[in-house]
């Protein structure tokens, strides 16, 4: 290779490099609709002249502009319960968001194009007209006439179903992640349950984890994907729905039969239960906990299993998956176990998974470890922290490279592990998403295994890497 070519491929590299670095057209979407979703609420709660309205109002401006420079207007579409940008899947937007999102349908909104030269008060105006009641905007002739009488011409609001159609492939994708939601506003609402007045309803508990028990039967693969859900502010809750997932998927690999698997299911979905007992202050804490914070945090598996015991119809092996999932495999953990060998099996189940979505989290006090790592972390403790058959099982399962794990190809493609190959737990099936230089690719799936077959001996064929770094979000291609 001579000098001149060299250089060239040099800055090749550093252009791409750039590219990762600065952020993508996905996050500045993301930033948009965020800002837009807390201009819309401060509205709501403050007149509009209020500092807090004015200064969310040029928050959203500024990330609108941010925005501008890749494209020249902003097109959120809703398909069924969805939000899309262009012709991809905002997966956690769609969570995130989803009473906005209902309430732009119905207001009769299935599309929200913003083009250039929108200004602050031309949007303020189009909030305060979205922010009226549903029956008034319908009295006074839908939202399209209201925009035109106010002189709005720079948002365009496609009618309800536009995009209905335009996207079938992705709706069972989509069906899927509505019960994922479903399972968040659940536990959301248990928690909320037992906070007021310690009662729990036990069958609402059930019908999520049939439903997700259900999803798992079907297509393990893309359950475990939506398990790649997170949530900073409201880690506890989504955490569950995860943990719920994991604990299923690896039950059923065991296997065990339906029945074992509700009762494994309820354990893992309200095994952090207790927590609702625990200060907010000690739950959202940055930095380690006092001596004291830690032996109070310690408590939320007893009184997770105290809170379970009292209800009617919560199995006792639910109950001793709330008490027992930080005792730990060779039972240095909390609480002590006296008088067993080791924690019942459910408990083993979910301590493991536990551990796992603990660590692909970001929290106030640490950052989220990339799956890899944490799958790493796992073999490394089994027989001491985890039951060692049960991380076998697991990594067969998860593979190294997890679904949905972000990874870079010794190509030079950014890719996302789409799913696991049996039999080979080092080279799943990844769709790639970038080509070597970061531009944006028509995504097409690759064989790790077929590689590896071409690559030098000793050659890291794949490495993973974490989402932020690129600002991508790996959930939106495993549609
Ligand atoms: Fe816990
Ligand atoms: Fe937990």
């Avoid at 179903?161 to 335009?166: N, R, V």
């Avoid at 475990?224 to 502010?233: N, V």
């Avoid at 005792?327 to 099996?345: H, I």
């Avoid at 989402?467 to 991508?472: I, K, S």
């Amino acid at each position: 290779m001579n000098a001149k070519s060299r250089i060239g491929g040099e800055d090749r590299k550093r252009e791409a490099l750039d590219y990762f670095r600065s952020k993508g057209l996905l996050e500045r979407v993301r930033e948009a609709l965020k800002d837009f979703s807390s201009a819309k609420k401060s509205l709501l709660l403050y007149p509009p002249q209020h500092e807090i309205c004015l200064d969310s109002i040029s928050r959203f401006m500024r990330s609108f502009r941010e925005y501008l420079r890749h494209r020249e207007s902003l097109s959120l579409r809703i398909v069924g319960e969805e939000f899309f940008f262009e012709e991809r899947l905002l997966a956690r937007e769609s969570v995130l968001y989803y009473p906005l999102l209902q309430e732009l349908r119905s207001k009769g909104v299935g599309g929200l194009n913003l083009l250039a030269g929108l200004e602050a008060g031309e949007f303020l105006e189009f909030l305060k007209l979205l922010n009226l009641g549903e029956d008034e905007i319908a009295s006074r002739g839908g939202l399209p006439r209201l925009m035109e009488e106010h002189g709005i011409a720079h948002i365009v609001v496609d009618p309800p179903g536009t995009w209905e159609e335009k996207a079938p492939r992705l709706r069972e994708a989509a069906s899927a992640r509505e019960e994922y939601f479903e399972a968040v506003d659940v536990i959301r609402e248990l928690s909320e349950q037992v906070l007021h007045d310690r009662r729990l309803s036990v069958t609402k508990a059930n019908r999520v984890v049939g439903m997700m028990l259900n999803r798992v039967g079907e297509n393990r693969s893309a359950v475990l994907g939506l398990a790649t859900l997170k949530s900073y502010d409201e880690y506890t809750t989504f955490h569950s729905v995860n943990v719920l997932i994991l604990s299923l998927a690896l039950g059923s690999m065991l296997p065990l039969d339906r029945n074992a698997l509700m009762i494994l299911g309820t354990g893992a979905l309200l095994h952090d239960l207790g927590k609702v007992t625990i200060p907010k202050s000690i739950l959202t804490k940055r930095g380690p906990l006092t001596a004291a914070e830690w032996e109070e945090m310690k408590r939320h598996p007893v009184r997770g299993a105290d809170i379970l015991l009292a209800q009617p119809g919560v199995h006792p092996l639910s109950v001793l998956v709330a008490y027992e999932h930080h005792a730990r495999y060779d039972l240095t953990g909390y609480p002590r176990l006296n008088g067993v060998k080791k924690p019942s099996l459910f408990s083993r189940i979910v301590q493991l998974v536990d551990v796992y979505d603990a660590m692909t989290t970001a929290r106030p006090y640490q950052d989220a470890r990339t799956p890899d790592h944490a799958i790493r972390v796992l073999v490394r403790e089994k027989g001491t922290a985890f039951d060692p058959l049960l991380v076998k099982v697991f990594v067969d399962m998860m593979g190294l490279y997890p679904v949905g794990t972000l990874v870079r190809l010794h190509t030079g493609e950014l890719g996302v592990v789409y799913e696991q190959v049996e039999g080979d737990i080092c080279s799943p099936r990844v769709k790639v998403i970038r080509d070597p230089e970061g531009r944006e690719v028509e995504p097409f799936l690759v064989e790790v295994a077929r590689l590896r077959e071409r690559a030098a001996p000793g050659e890291e064929v794949i490495t993973s890497i974490k989402p932020e770094q690129v600002g991508l979000d790996p959930l939106d291609y495993l549609g």
